[in-house]
């Protein structure tokens, strides 16, 4: 072990084997990431928990009582923060969750394993709703190729079709949060939000890695 700049001890990976240099630094990253050690000392399922708690506790997207759709929820950090915020294991408001990938039950929400890209989806999402919602969320994010352009068209595309879905069942007054990266090429994506949303705005929780380019579009007001 040795400390890093703050003075903490610092865990290092040691090469070999099979192991790649990408996979003994993302090891060595998530065996030093403070919110991964804290997301299990807590019980989240992951780091992200962080991210939107960081946002909600600004901006208060979630309430008692509301329905919230969870866009890409595995593991299921982000589920069991809205699900307590808004105290669906109480029976007072709805968590409906979906992913690609399995995720063991949390209290208070109901999951699907769906693809959101397929088009049967969406479909699918709103029956299980059972009505409209007043929160869309998203950190769903593409598989990465390692071609930059390609991965940011990749990735718009996700937060593209999760706006217009958000637009097709969101309550008036409802709020849209998705994970983006920051390029120049989001602009058509963030003027059609303004047309559809009273408040516009990006956001990047203290919890997002600083050397990432992730952050987050809030949309809230919807229009209807």
């Known amino acids: 072990m040795a400390k890093d700049t703050t003075g903490r001890l610092r865990v290092t ?3 070999g084997g099979k192991r790649k240099l990408s996979s003994k630094l993302w090891l060595e990253r998530q065996l030093n990431d403070p ?3 804290q997301a299990r000392r807590e019980g989240y399922r992951s780091r992200a928990a962080y991210k939107l708690i960081e946002i909600d506790d600004k901006y ?3 309430k008692p009582g509301m329905s919230v759709v969870d866009l890409g929820a595995a593991p299921g950090g982000w589920s069991q923060i809205a699900a307590k915020r808004v105290g669906a294991a109480d029976g007072k408001g709805k968590v409906v969750a979906i992913d ?3 995720m063991p039950q949390i209290a208070g929400v109901s999951f699907a394993q769906l693809d959101f890209l397929k088009q049967d989806a969406p479909a699918k999402l709103t029956a299980m709703m059972g009505g409209r919602a007043d929160a869309v969320l998203s950190d769903m994010a593409a598989n990465t190729t390692g071609h930059r352009k390609t991965d940011q068209l990749r990735i718009l595309g996700l937060v593209e079709a999760a706006a217009a879905f958000a637009c097709e069942v969101l309550n008036p007054g409802g ?3 998705a994970k983006v990266f920051q390029s120049g090429a989001d602009a058509e994506l ?5 047309r559809d949303f009273s408040n516009v705005r990006h956001v990047k929780p203290a919890s ?3 050397d990432s380019s992730e952050r987050y579009v809030l949309a809230s007001g919807f229009r209807g």
């Open 13 to 15: 990976v040691k090469t």
């Open 35 to 37: 919110y991964v050690a």
């Open 60 to 62: 208060h997207i979630l």
């Open 100 to 102: 690609v990938l399995e």
């Open 175 to 177: 709020t849209f949060l």
């Open 190 to 194: 963030l003027a059609q939000l303004k």
């Open 208 to 210: 997002s890695r600083q």
